[in-house]
């Protein structure tokens, strides 16, 4: 069923050039096609309603990652868990969740006993492991981006094992991914790895919830996310643990495939999940879009922007055609932002059609909204850029 997950990764750290990715979508998922990959393991499977470790099943899943190792792959693990130990520890209502303060609270104190139990796991297999906290910023700006990849490059390079997992003791609304789904997508971007795995508590994406719907269909594979797909994504999480659900899960994949990387969604409910999946490929794959530059690739897995531009159709169809964004296609600007920083650029429905690096702040934009290049000097009193955003700063989604 499941196609492998494979893309060639570059062993230089990255750069401005094109991302080296490829994807053979006839080939089994074997270890050895997959020489870089990050595993993602959700918090209703990592601990039980008590608020204890599954560590039996999480001992299964460390001999996954040793024998893969042993055979020459690279593992990265994004792991949840954190609230949900640290709330248990400290007797706090509702998991944790009652309050931000009480999250961060939690997962201050959790932090210490989820990556104590990887440890020890993973070094009963004689494995050295890691642990690395991030929040949005750390992925949305681009010279710390860049810092996390060569960082993990250097890990691996190592022999370590990556365990990630998002930093909830300081994070807010304003600087979280809110979900290890997309964590997981953009460290598989920042890593260069072949593929990304979401083990979660159902096997993959279906027609409509499963637990609902006694006729819903599991998709065995996705090759372009659109917005049928989206609408098959339920954003309920089936354990009340948990941050993500299955909206959460494709917008992962949407981000994972745009940069070459393929993603799957399968079951993480039973033992040795890793090796099962390897055996079987139950689940949904969303296969790799072409290779994108790092610049662009960087670009699209962005989860937030300073601003918003609304074109016609005319420019839409010209931006499909591979042209710059001129002002004249401009409908209207909204937010605040300089010249350099990323806005999302929609069509008259609201429709996310690209992103990019806007050539002027939002004060000059909204002047020369809907007007001719050859107009743009007189409006502004300086010499104008031809281009709203130019196409080499910008990324079709």
């Not at 009963?124 to 810092?147: G, K, M, P, V």
């Not at 996390?148 to 997992?165: F, K, Q």
């Not at 006694?214 to 098959?232: C, L, Q, Y």
Request: glycine share 8%; charged share 20%.
């Amino acid at each position: 069923m499941v196609a492998d997950l494979t893309s060639d990764i570059s062993e230089s750290q990255e750069q401005e050039t094109e991302t080296n990715s490829a994807h053979n979508n006839g080939a089994v998922f074997r270890p050895e096609n997959c020489p870089r990959l990050v595993i993602k393991i959700g918090s209703s499977l990592l601990v039980d309603q008590r608020g204890q470790v599954r560590r039996d099943w999480l001992q299964t899943v460390a001999y996954d990652i040793a024998k893969l190792h042993q055979a020459g792959q690279q593992i990265i693990v994004v792991s949840s868990g954190a609230i949900a130990l640290g709330a248990r520890r400290l007797n706090l209502p509702r998991g944790g969740r009652a309050s931000l303060e009480d999250a961060q609270a939690s997962a201050s104190v959790g932090q210490i006993l989820l990556s104590q139990c990887w440890a020890e796991l993973l070094g009963a297999c004689s494995l050295d492991s890691s642990q690395i906290l991030l929040t949005l910023d750390d992925l949305e700006d681009r010279r710390r981006y860049l810092n996390v990849s060569a960082t993990l490059d250097r890990l691996l390079s190592l022999g370590v094992v990556p365990v990630i997992n998002e930093n909830d003791s300081i994070a807010t609304a304003e600087i979280r991914f809110g979900d290890n789904d997309r964590l997981a997508a953009r460290i598989g971007q920042a890593s260069h790895a072949s593929g990304v795995i979401l083990f979660s508590d159902v096997d993959g994406l279906y027609t409509a919830n499963p637990t609902k719907d006694p006729n819903a269909k599991r998709i065995d594979r996705v090759e372009h996310i659109d917005n049928s797909t989206e609408a098959m994504a339920s954003s309920d999480s089936a354990s009340g643990m948990g941050s993500g659900g299955m909206a959460s899960k494709v917008e992962a994949a949407r981000i994972a495939t745009y940069s070459g990387v393929n993603l799957a969604i399968t079951t993480g409910k039973r033992p040795s999940p890793l090796t099962m999946f390897l055996n079987d490929g139950a689940g949904t794959l969303f296969t790799a879009d072409e290779s994108a530059s790092a610049h662009k690739t960087w670009l699209a897995g962005r989860l937030t922007a300073h601003g918003q531009v609304y074109i016609d159709q005319g420019a839409v169809e010209a931006l499909h055609d591979g042209n710059s964004l001129l002002p004249a296609g401009v409908c209207s600007i909204e937010g605040k932002f300089n010249r350099g920083d990323v806005v999302d650029i929609l069509d008259q429905e609201h429709n996310l059609i690209a992103r990019g690096l806007i050539e002027y702040d939002s004060e000059d934009s909204a002047q020369i909204t809907g007007k001719r290049s050859q107009e743009i000097a007189d409006i502004l009193g300086y010499e104008a850029r031809t281009a709203l955003i130019h196409r080499n700063h910008m990324v079709m989604l």
